[in-house]
């Protein structure tokens, strides 16, 4: 149900239980305001947004009033226009002016600013103030966040977003009066996973980002191009901006059904391994197996690649769950179908489907992360989600507050009313379970936590299904803990209203997924339909799942088997998927290794033929989430600047090796329709995301702000006539300022501009309201429905439950945000965050050993010698390790596994 | 004339121990209270009596109480708070009823706690008051003793605690919802209302908060009724009030007086007049965050309503006297510079107009003013006014400002003219 | 370290509150009884102490007036500058005090004897000017009085 009300004489309809500035910028009403921000309420501090309100309409005088204080109720009148109001909003400018320095010329944020913004619209211009100015110190915040306290504006957006919903602890405001400084107790590192959202949270320029500082440009100099982040199974939406041919930054891209405002710190400044030395640039070849990699003449290289794809009786073709679905498609169609491998190990493919026939034939839901914020009791199996997918573990905390929230409601404090909300619900939270080996982040928010192996937090699942329906099967290893414990989440699952469960594949354990759908199978003939969410490890691990293509088990197996001359390896260092004594062999024996990669690594670098490729940032692709979520993302450097795409390097050794498939395809979309019509499972792609030929009134969508400067300039060095910009066949986004002015597709969006709003502020006019969808619908279409009647039948507990053995560890995974990830991990910012390898293990055991925290220690895994650094954790049981993963310097380790102690 | 409140209280002696307390009759109120009455007797008599709460705004203490839920729904737990901070420059009367009868107090605070059926009490305690908290721990004490605090009350079944916490200092801690964040060990920063304390206070729960004048008037109350209440004051609004009177008066004091008591009668009979060579120019009537009232002001009854219709607040009822030989313009600059220091720095305009104004009126007296400096000074009377900051703090301290411009226009002028404080050589 | 007599009475203090943060400004408040001041190092032992970081610790601390993040003397003199005591005027008191001291608003004798802060207002104003130096209180202050005052403190 809608009400009326009246804005300056006009009627509007207006949503009852919003307030009066969400409804006025949803409506696109200019109303200025700070302190308010759509994902984290209104506390009415700044008063900025201040608006008259009369009684009725024989008030002639009305009152001053917050808008984003003001519950929207019917008949209500309003004026933004009026003139005290008006005269008020300059004045709280003019206040936050006295002490603000005026150093917009060499201000980051200049020309993306909030505060510029709020200045401009409210006509403050002119200084009265001529007293001295305050002044702060800086502090050293890491390697992401530059910190300039002196622009602070006191809005305390930044405390109330890094404390309250992201839940940092190592950020404060200190002292009162105009004296309040917002930082840390001492200089150092932010430590919370989400501080980059500070850059954007921030109205001005105290929180920059230091990555985009150390190549700084201006920020509408940059061309920018919607992206999805590759760093992580979620895909979370990004806005990637570029200058002079190097990425420059990162920001979050709204999408009301993902990542909503906020995206993680891998994300957010992962980027730079775009930029990086290690890049693979040129085409290299080694002439012979015990040669280098040489730079050698085109002609050398073209019949290098005839020989290894025309000369060759079979090749086969290695996927990746980090390279797009048209990469993916097109090394296929080159290789051949039967010849396709995925480039995840056997085990990982075997959980990747299990996870994909859980979703596709169950009754459980795949949840968006937005999803997951509305869940009203969480159970997280076997997964330390902050560490494998940072913005679920974001999600999962603002889910928490549902319950509190629902109390507020109802004792009549709507939701946005943010300090009433959490001063009524105290300590309040909805409740989360947490199964995992050793403590969590997400344990603070936990009602109750399971440390135990795997296979026993499997069996803790088994126990929870048999609770809820006697045709679940129970399980024959149950401890009394395991009992209660059980018994206590199945009382909590069935009062909630929306229950979610939480698990992934970096356990390694299949028993954990078929749990974990037993549960939600038990729940559903309870009658309860229950969310169920997979993490997996890489961005496209579930788009590679939907392809047909056998493992890289399987693929170890043909070429040791003999017969296989070629092998062409897609955006994949095989050396993180498997142990180095089974690659080393198979790239001995095949003639010919053929790498598409970006990257320098061990497999690149084994590489007989190494074809460089573009990034993300240099190609269009298409992802599948976690979720099933099939998006889109855009090439942000024109292929002049870049290396050729994937798909485009297949392509052209399809005509090298003689594959007709190729003639057709010249541009993206060729590629997407052969892709769609071949493979069922994608057809619903086609036509979602617009197609390269997609106009507005004729025109392309430009990547490039109306403010862009410097065209005539950029390459004066090389010839001052000005260039012509860049084509790009695969899109409808142009490399230029000249485009469409209207509002691009939501899928499209390249950047956020309204006028009157050059923040990031302008994002809320995109969307049919602040924290809403964007307009149009959020990008991404759901390739995964949840099936109408259930044809899962139960899976049958495991057969293991854990016991110790005398001088050996059972070693699990420990997922690091910054590390785990290869992309991320040779970033430069990320690297000053990435620990050195280590394992965790629990005083006791730490103490048999003769080990102190710090300590190297060594473990023999499978005749794999590994040193690393003792941390002490008293969480992890006695018996079992956390080894950390996927560290650079660590050698691939098939976790878990046991390890002795050296 | 009937003083109930400070019929105890004797100069320089030492307070009412419980037992002295209940012979004087003290107590009695209790045992009618929690004998005789319900809570909602206790309400009803209350918002009979039309006491006006004594912190400074005025307001009904019984519609206060009846805001608090009561029905089945409502939250179990619920808390009294008594509001001891007192920062408020120019005042002294809670800390004059706090020393000479600290029983009275307690008793006021059992019943109000039990009116809104409250079974935790804190005594929020200004820090400086070093010896009202040794007198009160020593009475909480004794009241424990006696049976009127902790479980099972007077054989009822009514079960309270009082707790005492001394502030860490901050003006800010005074007003309510302040206070309450910072009692839960907070910054003291203001909470938004709605919602009320009164629906969600300390720690989320209703709350009441009171201060110490008020309370210490409700076992007088439940004694004598709201009849005998009403009839106390000179005006309509009932009872009696401790006018309190500082600066270059021959006998500076605080007295109890029938409310609506002309502030004449104040100055001149129970101040004993202005001293020797000094000469009346104005007074706050109600402590620094009121506005001025000036010699034509002289036979203003003081209450609420009255003094409200002569454009200033009888606020605390602690007065404060400008004389002529006191610097108007730095007599307004020291109040700016204490309200500029105890913003709690949460919303703009007070975060940053105070600091300014406390500036402009620093370089006026120092000679260094210009004329357009007070159109600024008059531009932030208006801006920091009532609903444009989040919390009170700002409007009050407006008042003396925005009076002062009006009555001390010229003395303002002359600093500017004549480049220097006429008042300093 | 927060020393056992330091644990104990911030554990009293918590025993009155549904949770120990609440007890964070006691928890100060007694730290600086013991110490006449709250260092960093107890920032952080607070912080630990009562399960919350030393960050939010900090920033509670560093609101309050009357919370101590410096070291302060001995003795430390509190002249009220607040109005009613202007009006009968502490400048003239303080001037003295200044004078004598050799120190300003803020700052510590080189003895480390006293340090000398403001306060606005002490509840004293029918008596002022007042001033306090540690927990006593003393009014109608004139500048005789004070040399024989401070001898009282060593
Ligand atoms: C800045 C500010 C400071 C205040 N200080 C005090 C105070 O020290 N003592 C007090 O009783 N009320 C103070 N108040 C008023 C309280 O907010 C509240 O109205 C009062 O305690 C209610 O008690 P009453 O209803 O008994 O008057 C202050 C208000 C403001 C805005
Ligand atoms: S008016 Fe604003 S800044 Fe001032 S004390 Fe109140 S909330 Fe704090
Ligand atoms: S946005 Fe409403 S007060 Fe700040």
């Not at chain 1, 000369?311 to 090394?331: C, D, H, M, V």
């Not at chain 1, 759908?517 to 229950?530: D, F, M, R, T, Y």
């Not at chain 2, 002309?262 to 202005?274: F, T, W």
């Not at chain 3, 960093?40 to 101590?68: H, K, Q």
């Amino acid at each position: 149900m809608m009400v009326k009300i009246q804005i300056d004489g006009k009627y509007y309809d207006g949503k009852p239980g919003k307030n009066l500035l969400e409804t006025c910028l949803a409506l696109g009403i200019n109303v200025p305001h700070f302190c308010y921000h759509a994902a984290m309420g209104s506390v009415g501090a700044c008063r900025l947004c201040a608006v008259k309100k009369y009684k009725d309409a024989n008030d002639r005088k009305g009152r001053i009033i917050m808008s984003c204080m003001e519950p929207v109720t019917d008949g209500m009148i309003v004026s933004v226009e009026d003139p005290d109001t008006v005269a008020f909003r300059a004045a709280i400018l003019e206040s936050l002016m006295i002490n603000h320095p005026h150093d917009c010329p060499v201000c980051d944020e200049g020309g993306e600013c909030h505060l510029q913004d709020m200045t401009v619209m409210t006509g403050h211009n002119y200084r009265r103030f001529d007293f001295r100015k305050r002044t702060h110190n800086n502090q050293y915040l890491g390697p992401f966040i530059n910190h300039e306290m002196n622009r602070c504006i006191q809005c305390y957006r930044c405390v109330r977003f890094y404390n309250d919903y992201a839940g940092g602890k190592d950020l404060a405001v200190f002292g009162s009066h105009d004296h309040v400084y917002f930082g840390r107790h001492e200089p150092g590192v932010l430590e919370n996973e989400f501080s980059g959202n500070l850059v954007e949270v921030c109205p001005t320029g105290v929180f920059t980002d230091k990555t985009l500082k150390g190549h700084y440009t201006r920020k509408w100099d940059l061309t920018n191009a919607p992206s999805v982040c590759v760093h992580c199974s979620l895909g979370c939406n990004i806005i990637a901006g570029e200058r002079y041919g190097s990425v420059r930054r990162i920001m979050s891209r709204y999408n009301g059904s993902v990542n909503g405002y906020f995206i993680c710190d891998r994300g957010r400044f992962g980027y730079e391994f775009v930029n990086d030395g290690n890049r693979a640039r040129k085409t290299l070849i080694r002439s012979t197996k015990d040669k280098i990699l040489e730079d050698p003449p085109p002609d050398v290289i073209d019949s290098a690649l005839s020989a290894a794809l025309s000369g060759s009786k079979k090749i086969i073709g290695i996927g990746s769950p980090r390279a797009s679905l048209e990469a993916n498609f097109t090394l296929s169609v080159l290789v051949g179908k039967e010849n396709f491998y995925h480039g995840v190990s056997g085990k990982e493919q075997k959980l990747i489907n299990t996870a994909l026939q859980i979703l596709q034939k169950g009754s459980a839901y795949s949840p968006s992360l937005k999803e997951i914020e509305k869940a009203d009791a969480v159970l997280i199996l076997g997964e330390d989600i902050t560490n494998t997918a940072p913005m679920a573990a974001l999600a999962v905390r603002q889910a928490t507050r549902n319950k509190p929230l629902e109390l507020g409601v109802k004792a009549g404090i709507p939701s946005w009313n943010d300090t009433a909300q959490r001063e009524l619900a105290q300590d309040l939270k909805s409740p989360v379970f947490i199964a995992f080996p050793f403590q969590t982040q997400l344990d603070e928010l936990a009602e109750d936590t399971f440390r135990a192996s795997f296979e026993d937090i499997a069996n803790l699942g088994f126990a929870i299904a048999s609770a809820f329906h006697e045709s679940a099967p129970p399980l024959k290893f149950m401890s009394d803990e395991m009992l209660k414990m059980a018994q206590k989440i199945y009382n909590i699952l069935i009062e909630a209203k929306n229950p979610l469960i939480i698990t992934g594949i970096h356990s390694g354990s299949a028993d954990i997924l078929h749990a974990a759908s037993n549960i939600a199978e038990a729940l559903n003939l309870s009658g309860k339909k229950v969310s169920l969410s997979f993490l997996l490890t890489d961005c496209n691990s579930m788009g590679l799942g939907m392809m047909e293509g056998k493992s890289l088990d399987d693929a170890v197996d043909i070429v040791n088997g003999g017969g296989v001359d070629t092998m062409i390896i897609l955006e994949n260092d095989l050396y993180r998927k498997a142990d180095k004594e089974v690659l080393d062999p198979v790239f001995a024996k095949c003639n010919t290794v053929i790498v598409l990669d970006h990257m320098m690594n061990e497999t690149s670098s084994k590489a007989d033929i190494l074809l460089p490729v573009g990034t993300f940032a240099e190609a269009e692709g298409t992802l599948v989430n976690n979720e099933g979520r099939a998006q889109r993302y855009y090439r942000v450097l024109p292929l002049e600047k870049s290396e050729p795409e994937s798909w485009r390097r297949i392509r052209d050794l399809m005509k090298i090796a003689g594959k007709t498939e190729a003639a057709s395809w010249t541009e993206f979309d060729d590629v997407v329709s052969s892709m769609t019509d071949t493979i069922p499972a994608f057809s619903k792609i086609k036509g979602h995301m617009p197609d390269a030929d997609f106009r507005m009134l004729n025109q392309k969508i430009k990547r490039q702000t109306i403010r862009f400067s410097g065209r005539t300039a950029m390459n004066a060095n090389i010839a001052v006539s000005e260039p012509k910009p860049p084509q790009d066949p695969d899109s409808p986004l142009t490399f230029s300022m000249e485009g469409s002015d209207e509002s691009p597709p939501s899928s499209l969006v390249p950047y956020y501009w309204t006028p009157g709003w050059n923040s990031v502020q302008s994002m809320n006019f995109y969307l049919d309201e602040p924290n809403g969808s964007l307009k149009g619908g959020d990008p991404g279409i759901r390739l995964i429905e949840t099936a109408e009647n259930s044809s899962l039948s139960f899976f049958v507990p495991g057969e293991l439950s854990f016991t110790p053995k005398k001088d050996e560890w059972l070693l699990v995974p420990v997922y690091q945000i910054f590390g785990s990830e290869p992309l991320s991990a040779s970033a430069p910012a990320i690297k000053e965050r990435i620990p050195s390898p280590f394992i965790l293990v629990n005083k006791q055991d730490a103490e048999k050993t003769g080990k102190n925290e710090g300590d190297e220690i060594t473990i023999e895994i499978s005749q794999k010698i590994l040193k690393v650094k003792v941390k002490i954790d008293e969480t992890i049981p006695s018996g079992s390790a956390g080894l950390s993963f996927g560290l650079p310097g660590m050698p691939f380790v098939n976790l878990p596994c046991w390890g002795k102690i050296k | 004339m009937e003083i109930p409140l400070t019929k105890h209280i004797k100069q320089g002696a030492f307070p009412l121990t419980a037992r002295e307390y209940e012979k004087t009759g003290g107590y009695k109120a209790i045992q009618k209270a929690l004998k005789e009455m319900s809570p909602a007797d206790l309400i009803t008599l209350v918002k009979a009596s039309n006491l006006l709460g004594r912190g400074g705004a005025g307001f009904p203490t019984g519609v206060k109480w009846s805001l608090v839920p009561t029905g089945k729904d409502a939250p179990k737990q619920r808390y009294l708070i008594c509001n001891a901070d007192e920062m408020e420059p120019g005042t002294f009367k809670d800390k004059y009823l706090i020393e000479g009868n600290p029983h009275q107090l307690i008793a006021g605070m059992i019943i109000a706690a039990y009116a809104i059926q409250a079974d935790k009490a804190y005594i929020f305690l200004r820090w400086a008051y070093k010896k009202s908290e040794v007198i009160l721990r020593k009475a909480i004490a004794e009241a424990y003793e006696a049976g009127y605090l902790g479980k099972n009350i007077l054989g009822t079944g009514y079960e309270l605690d009082i707790y005492l916490h001394t502030s860490a200092g901050r003006y800010m801690c005074g007003e309510e919802t302040a206070l309450i964040n910072s009692l839960e060990g907070k910054r003291a920063i203001p909470r938004n209302k709605p919602p009320y304390p009164a629906t969600s206070g300390l720690f989320g729960k209703p709350t009441v908060v009171n201060n110490v004048e008020t309370l210490c008037y409700i076992p007088h109350i439940v004694e004598n009724g709201a009849a005998w209440f009403k009839s106390l004051s000179v005006t309509g609004e009932g009872g009696t009030k401790l006018y309190g009177v500082s600066g270059k008066v021959k006998n500076p004091g605080l007295w109890e007086l029938p409310l609506g008591t002309n502030m004449r009668e104040i100055i001149e009979q129970y101040a004993g007049g202005m001293m020797d060579g000094h000469k009346f120019r104005g007074a706050l009537p109600g402590g620094a965050s009121t506005d001025f009232l000036v010699e034509e002001h002289m036979d203003a009854k003081l209450d609420f309503s009255s003094v409200a219709a002569l454009g200033s607040r009888l606020g605390t009822g602690t007065m404060i006297i400008l004389d002529d030989k006191t610097c108007p313009v730095a007599f307004i600059h020291n109040l700016e510079r204490f309200f500029a220091l105890e913003s709690c720095g949460w919303c703009t305009p007070c975060r940053e107009g105070l600091p300014w104004v406390e500036k402009l009126l620093q370089s006026i007296e120092e000679g260094r003013g210009k004329p357009e400096n007070l159109n600024i000074l008059k531009f932030h009377t208006s801006y920091l006014g009532p609903g444009n900051t989040f919390c009170a703090h700002a409007p009050g301290a407006m008042e003396p400002l925005q009076s002062g411009l009006k009555y001390f226009h010229d003395d303002f002028m002359r600093h500017i003219n004549e480049k220097h404080c006429p008042w300093r050589s | 370290m927060l020393t056992e007599e330091e644990k104990q009475e911030i554990l009293e203090e918590v025993k009155l509150y549904p949770y120990p943060k609440v007890a964070c400004l006691d928890a100060l408040k007694i730290v600086q009884n013991h110490r006449g001041w709250v260092p960093d190092e107890s920032i952080r032992d607070i912080g630990e102490f009562l399960g919350m970081p030393a960050d939010e610790v900090d920033g509670i601390a560093t609101f309050y007036s009357r919370i101590y993040r410096h070291p302060l003397g001995r003795h430390v003199i509190l002249v009220c500058d607040s109005v009613s005591c202007m009006v009968m005027g502490y400048e003239p008191i303080y001037d003295h005090l200044s004078q004598k001291l050799g120190i300003r608003f803020g700052e510590t004798t080189s003895d480390n004897r006293f340090t000398l802060l403001p306060i606005s207002c002490l509840g004293d104003c029918d008596h002022a000017p007042a001033m306090m130096i540690d927990n006593d209180l003393y009014n109608r202050l004139t500048i005789e009085m004070l040399n024989e005052l401070l001898e009282k403190y060593h």
